[in-house]
């Protein structure tokens, strides 16, 4: 018959359990979970409006003075974009905290429409589509300004956690950086008229000898 001391039995024990726990320890450690990023803003989707102001002539300088007596603006296309949003709060004890905050960015675009062109010559009617082609590349880098300044604030939004001890504190400091942000984008749509001349450095300028 075979038989081992208490000591004996002790020590494969502990041994066995450093053979686990080594082995435990040699194992590659669980991936952490990445924190997914805050979505208390979103971005609902955008509206785009295009109006058309009539336009008539059979020769440039008819054009020009058709789009001059007709335009509803200072020139003779524009664009208008508007950055609006709404939000929407938890209230707990002693704070005020944003639960939720969707932008929408509406653009309207007003351009000529040359309702007779027929009447034209083909280099004319080859320059007007050159022209209005300029035009609305113009325009639309306008309208990407707004587009723009609607995802950097869901972005500025998402960044943080947006809590206050109540609405009204949390109402100013979130109007405060969004305005912020609005107005940076409107800065530099108003320079990007500056640089391109409205659109002229572009090519949208209709041209009297094309």
């Not at 940076?184 to 572009?202: L, M, N, V």
Request: with cysteine; proline share 4%.
């Amino acid at each position: 018959m075979f038989y081992m001391s208490r000591r004996s039995v002790t020590r494969l024990v502990i041994a066995a359990s450093v053979v686990a726990a080594l082995e435990l320890a040699a194992q590659p450690a669980p991936a952490l979970k990445a924190v997914p990023p805050l979505e208390t803003a979103k971005l609902t989707p955008n509206v785009i409006r295009t109006d058309f102001y009539e336009v008539r002539g059979a020769t440039t300088e008819a054009l020009l003075a058709s789009m001059s007596a007709n335009r509803p603006y200072t020139n003779h296309a524009s664009t208008e974009w508007r950055v609006t949003w709404k939000y929407d709060y938890l209230f707990k004890p002693n704070e005020c905290v944003l639960r939720s905050f969707n932008v929408q960015v509406r653009v309207r675009f007003t351009l000529p429409q040359w309702v007779d062109s027929e009447g034209a010559d083909k280099a004319l009617q080859e320059e007007w589509k050159r022209y209005f082609g300029a035009l609305q590349i113009h325009e639309s880098a306008h309208a990407g300004f707004g587009i723009a300044a609607g995802k950097e604030i869901v972005r500025l939004v998402n960044s943080r956690e947006w809590r206050a001890a109540d609405r009204k504190e949390l109402e100013v400091q979130i109007e405060a950086e969004c305005n912020k942000t609005l107005q940076e984008f409107r800065a530099r749509d108003a320079a990007y008229d500056k640089t391109t001349d409205h659109g002229r450095t572009q090519g949208a300028r209709l041209r009297t000898h094309p």
